[in-house]
């Protein structure tokens, strides 16, 4: 066979370069599913030709074992911490010293936002990234080489030119991921993390890479080390080779001529913090110049040429006035407290999630105590500690009963939340249809808590499939409900029926199948019978559902009682069936391709999902309508056939090229 080496470089430098657009650049040029494709490619390659496979490959990634635990390794040069400026005067109070140490020298500042994770060293030799180090204490940090391996914003390789290099920076985990990461938990009754550092730190402190994998971190570079020293004279022009060299560099930051100008700075992201995609704790100002640098020196612990100006809190004292519980969709019992109202930057706050009682035995915290309370990551302000306990403060117990329906309710092994065991309970009923209607889901506008609250309690509404039998009549005789409203109601009832598939997917509320995962599912399987008879291992070949969506979808659909309501869904005529609206576009756009026989180096299913990636469509029979066949080794009446009918017949390399030209 030929050598296979330049195809192996070539895709992963292809690999690479998409990696970087969309991982570090946010600018993707190809979809996913292209990605999948290319990255397969390379397995098959690499699979046939292990000999070939290197660390910084870029299908290595999650390659590494479990471990025993954590190597300490001492860093090149410490790890400092910066001294903070809680406020303007002693932001300015620094750049007097500054000043004052540099005798009239004209210096500036580097301003860069203060990401909240965790520091990490990583080092490159020859271009290949070698190792990751955790902050540590400083001085010491612990090896997390494999689990960094599969950040995919930090890149495996990179075309510098000194033999040895380290890059420093912050691992931090964006708000999406850390509010996925939580909701995921919650679904399966383990605790959250408090707030997207503690997260960040406990995905790359895991023996597991496959966990980090599954985390999506991200690493924002800062440093930029040669020999323990920075790389170039100006912090600045450092970070602009960090850029060049095509490691994540935040691109909020800001070359400031003086004091003024950094404050100006703190203030425009202060004011603008919510809009960022990850949290940020304040803003660091690094003296530019090197050389002024080592002048200004460190003190015993922090660098005399840099400041963290640190942002308030966002956290407020208030009072526990009472302590409720909430039934979700899943029946899980949430204790929710009840606070005096307080203002934290510009939101009044009357509740506190306490997500469960292990969360409140954890704080100690009993009804009538002050709370610190604290908005972070999380929309929902959550309680940090107890401030004070109250005079007469009172215990508070979880319920040994839905207070809802008043069933009993279990608290499993290895969950953390108590459910309420009854399936038509009217709270999870009532969060059921609210989901149900949801905007985004089958959008329902007009049924809202009010007008749910009355149509369970009232058992007018017993299944979420009998909104599609309410009458204007049924309505108007409700409270706070004239004929008009009455009538907008129905009508908009009416108008979800021609929602898609991919939202009566949603709208039945599997656990993991939110929007994006609905349509995957939708465009993989065309209709609603498909996917209730998939199994586990059929389901997963629809786009970005791993075996845990997957088993999701098969519990759901083994409930015989979602299977009825899935039924009489149908009967009310919602959309079962769907057309895909992506345009699928690609090389292979519009061609029908009949594989057969073994190929050499992919799988069938790994030649399908390519071909379909090109925007191809793979046929199981050959007709004249077929575009080729391609044809390995062997091959049988398909070939024949295709022979016979003056089909075009393609080897695998062959198709490879046309993956590429079209
Ligand atoms: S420079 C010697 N730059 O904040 C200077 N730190 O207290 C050391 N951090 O441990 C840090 N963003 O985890 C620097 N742009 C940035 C940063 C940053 C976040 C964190 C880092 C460090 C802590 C400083």
Redesign the pocket.
């Known amino acids: 066979m030929r050598n296979p080496g330049p195809e192996i470089e070539n895709l992963r430098q292809q690999l690479r370069r998409h990696e970087h657009l969309y991982y570090v650049l946010d600018t993707p040029e190809i979809s996913d599913a292209e990605y999948d494709a290319l990255i397969r490619q390379l397995q098959a390659l690499e699979a046939q030709h292990p000999e070939l496979i290197t660390p910084d490959s870029p299908t290595q990634r999650v390659g590494g074992k479990p471990r025993e635990g954590f190597v300490k390794v001492r860093h090149s040069a410490p790890?400092?911490?910066?001294d903070n400026a809680l406020n303007e005067d002693e932001l300015r109070d620094f750049d007097r010293r500054v000043r004052e140490l540099l005798a009239g020298e004209p210096y500036r500042y580097v301003a860069?936002?203060?990401?909240?994770?965790?520091?990490m060293a990583a080092h490159f030799e020859r271009g290949q990234f070698v190792q990751a180090i955790t902050?540590g204490d400083g001085e010491v940090g612990e090896e997390v080489t494999e689990n960094a391996r599969t950040i995919k914003s930090l890149p495996l390789r990179v075309p510098a030119d000194w033999p040895r290099f380290e890059v420093r920076g912050?691992t931090v985990m964006n708000r999406r991921a850390f509010e996925r990461l939580n909701a995921e938990r919650d679904e399966r009754g383990l605790s959250r993390f408090a707030n997207p550092r503690n997260a960040a730190a406990g995905s790359l402190r895991v023996l597991e890479p496959q966990i980090t994998a599954s985390r999506r971190l991200d690493y924002y570079t800062?440093?930029l080390l040669v020999e323990g020293q920075p790389a170039f004279d100006s912090h600045w022009e450092s970070l602009e080779e960090l850029v060049r060299l095509g490691f994540k560099v935040?691109a909020q930051r800001k070359l400031c001529a003086d004091v003024d100008e950094a404050l100006a700075f703190c203030a425009h992201w202060e004011a603008r913090r919510e809009e960022l995609p990850y949290e940020i704790d304040g803003v660091?100002l690094?003296v530019d110049s090197v050389p002024q640098q080592r002048k200004l020196a460190f003190t015993a612990k922090?660098?005399r040429w840099?400041i963290?100006y640190k942002y308030p809190a966002r956290q407020a004292v208030t009072t526990v006035e009472n302590i409720e519980v909430q039934v979700g969709r899943t029946g899980a019992l949430t204790p929710v407290a009840h606070l005096k109202p307080v203002e934290i930057s510009g939101v009044t706050v009357s509740r506190a999630t306490l997500h469960n009682e292990d969360e409140i035995e954890r704080l100690g915290l009993q009804i009538g105590d002050a709370v610190v309370i604290e908005r972070s990551g999380d929309v929902i302000p959550k309680v940090v500690r107890v401030k004070e306990q109250g005079g007469s403060r009172k215990p508070f117990h979880m319920p040994a009963a839905c207070p809802v329906c008043g069933s009993r309710v279990v608290r499993e092994e290895g969950e953390a939340a108590r459910r309420c065991v009854n399936a038509n309970c009217p709270a999870r009923l009532k969060e059921s249809v609210l989901h149900f209607s949801s905007r985004g889901v089958m959008n329902i506008d007009g049924l809202g808590e009010v007008l749910v609250d009355q149509l369970v309690d009232r058992k007018i509404v017993k299944s979420v499939a009998d909104l599609y039998d309410l009458t204007v009549e049924t309505l108007a005789n409700l409270e706070r409900m004239g004929e008009k409203s009455a009538t907008n109601v129905v009508d908009n009832i009416r108008k979800s029926q021609s929602n898609p598939l991919p939202r009566v997917l949603t709208a039945l509320g599997i656990r993991f199948v939110g929007e994006r995962t609905a349509v995957f599912l939708a465009e993989a399987f065309g209709s609603m019978e498909r996917i209730m008879e998939a199994t586990a291992e059929e389901l997963q070949e629809a786009e970005e559902v791993g075996p845990k969506v997957a088993e999701a979808v098969v519990d759901f659909f083994r409930e015989p009682h979602n299977r009825d309501l899935v039924d009489r869904l149908r009967q009310a005529g919602l959309q079962f069936t769907y057309r895909s609206t992506r345009p699928k576009a690609g090389p292979l756009k519009g061609r029908t391709v009949v594989l057969t026989g073994t190929l050499p180096t992919l799988s069938r299913e790994d030649a399908k999902k390519m071909i379909e990636a090109a925007g191809g469509k793979v046929a199981s029979s050959v007709s004249k309508k077929t575009s080729f066949v391609v044809a390995g080794a062997d091959a049988g009446s398909k070939l024949t056939k295709a022979q016979e009918l003056g089909v075009e017949v393609l080897t695998e390399d062959q198709l490879l090229d046309r993956l590429k030209l079209g």
């Open positions: 790890l400092l911490s910066l860069e936002l203060k990401l909240d994770g965790l520091s902050r912050e800062y440093f935040n660091v690094k922090a660098p840099a963290a």
